[in-house]
Nanobody
Framework: QVQLVESGGGLVQAGGSLRLSCTAS????????MGWFRQAPGKEREFVAA????????YYATSVKGRFTISRDNAKNTVYLRMNSLKPEDTALYYC????????????????????WGQGTQVTVSS
């Protein structure tokens, strides 16, 4: 079982930056592919970014590519999402999620592939 806790959300002006953190419990964090998703009011949850267990490969939604960076520090059981050049349309509740290893999924953009979810951290971008 893995528990995920997000932090770092807040209110920022358009063009600003934030760094989200997601800290995981458990000693096997380094084996879990991780992802970030977001959900705006009235919209479905959408993929933002994902990273393989080793951190060697990263993947992004088209809407955030070039502005957001996902990374991980396995020694700290933490995955990060650095968000630059924020736009009002980035406003959402941001979730981190983990894929249970051993089932052949090295990364995914599909929320259904993720087994563990945090409670979310709110990001609000004002215009």
């Amino acid at each position: 079982q893995v528990q995920l806790v997000e932090s770092g959300g807040g209110l920022v002006q358009a063009g600003g930056s934030l760094r989200l953190s997601c800290t995981a419990s458990g000693r096997t964090f380094s084996t879990y592919p991780m992802g970030w998703f977001r959900q705006a009011p009235g919209k479905e949850r959408e993929f933002v970014a994902a990273i393989k267990w080793s951190g060697g490969s990263t993947y992004y939604a088209t809407s955030v590519k070039g502005r957001f960076t996902i990374s991980r520090d396995n020694a700290k059981n933490t995955v990060y999402l650095r968000m630059n050049s924020l736009k009002p349309e980035d406003t959402a509740l941001y979730y981190c999620a983990a894929v249970k290893p051993g089932y052949g999924i090295t990364w995914s953009s599909k929320s259904g592939d993720y087994d563990y979810w945090g409670q979310g951290t709110q990001v609000t971008v004002s215009s």
